[in-house]
């Protein structure tokens, strides 16, 4: 790219930017004004229809049709131009109630990880008699004059007649936390493309994004003795494992196995691992905000939501430790869930 090329563009995406802007603006106004809802049918007041670059073009091409049948008196030229003036009406129509009338309903989303793609399904139900061809959805991200919107990814389907179809939508979440789900919009130009109807949905809906677990994380925090005070462990610094776990010795009874560690083991039984009951009667595994290292919030956050994976994984008890709040030990995926929800609006 020459130097001259380069220099077109930045002055392009100077004046481009205050149009930028105001669209952010109308887009921001228009969406503030719509109700928020889980559940939707669209009605006539709520489908917008305007002709697309091909419909426009058509359009160009009948006035041309009838200027030119008008001058020269063509009977032909005449039948020609009103013929496809009649089809474009008829496809107008059609593709106008294709959305009319369809209801859309949100299933309830599930927890993600920040930085993750989530997913989440929208439920179209038809209730007339005719099948709805080619509707798209998709996530109506919000535009800026530094980040301008693209188009982004679509999901088509369509709805059978008196039945129903589910679309899949794909956002990625980058912050952590409770977020209301993105403003959708769902579109059609069944039948012949000349002609686009579409509407905008707020769903009211919100979504938990935890913290990105950190991909390589130091071992767990040695346990704490239960009258309280931290306890030195060797073997939990240079194994990586809690001292809740041990080796696994002939006689051991099964059930004391860590089975979601069997994988790691040989033949022999050598890399096997079992709850040592009787450590764990005296020692408690806390992750503590103060042990997460010197590192950001962020970065502690990350650190801590890997350490309750870890821990959640090897089946241990454990509690969680923020500055202003304290998760007592348990396990099971409710306490993992509250561990990470902690996590996540901390």
């Known amino acids: 790219m020459t130097t001259q090329q380069t220099l077109n563009m930045a002055t392009l995406s100077f004046f481009s930017r205050p149009f930028r802007v105001l669209r952010a603006r109308l887009q921001a106004w228009f969406e503030n004004r719509l109700p928020l809802s889980d559940h939707v049918t669209l009605t006539q007041r709520t489908v917008y229809i305007l002709p697309t670059r091909p419909g426009l073009m058509l359009g160009t091409t009948l006035l041309t049709l009838l200027v030119a049948s008008i001058n020269y008196q063509l009977n032909l030229g005449y039948l020609l131009t009103f013929l496809l003036a009649g089809c474009a009406l008829v496809g107008m129509h059609v593709c106008h109630g294709t959305l009319r009338g369809l209801a859309m309903n949100l299933v309830a989303p599930h927890a993600h990880y920040a930085g993750d793609t989530a997913y989440f399904d929208v439920n179209f139900i038809n209730t007339r008699d005719s099948i709805r061809y080619g509707i798209g959805l998709r996530a109506l991200k919000p535009q800026n004059a530094d980040a301008p919107d693209r188009q982004a990814q679509w999901a088509w389907t369509d709805v059978p007649a008196q039945g129903s179809s589910v679309l899949q939508v794909a956002f990625t979440p980058a912050l952590r936390g409770l977020h209301r789900l993105p403003t959708l919009t769902a579109e059609t130009r069944f039948p012949l493309g000349t002609f686009r109807v579409w509407t905008v949905w707020r769903p009211a809906a919100h979504i938990m994004v935890y913290p990105a677990p950190e991909m390589n994380p130091p071992p767990l925090p040695p346990g704490e003795p239960r009258a309280g005070g931290a306890a030195s462990a060797a073997r939990a610094q240079r194994t990586g494992e809690f001292d809740g776990v041990r080796a696994y010795r002939r006689g051991d009874a099964l059930k004391l196995v860590v089975w979601k560690k069997a994988a790691k083991a040989d033949e022999q039984g050598h890399g096997l ?74």
């Open 273 to 346: 691992v079992v709850r040592d009951a009787q450590h764990a009667e005296r020692h408690e595994l806390w992750l503590d905000w103060a042990q997460a290292g010197a590192v950001g919030a962020e970065q502690k956050l990350s650190r801590l939501c890997a350490w309750t994976i870890q821990a959640d994984q090897l089946g241990l008890d454990y509690g969680l430790r923020l500055p202003a709040l304290e998760i007592k030990p348990g396990s099971g995926e409710v306490h993992k869930q509250q561990c990470l929800e902690a996590l996540a609006l901390c």
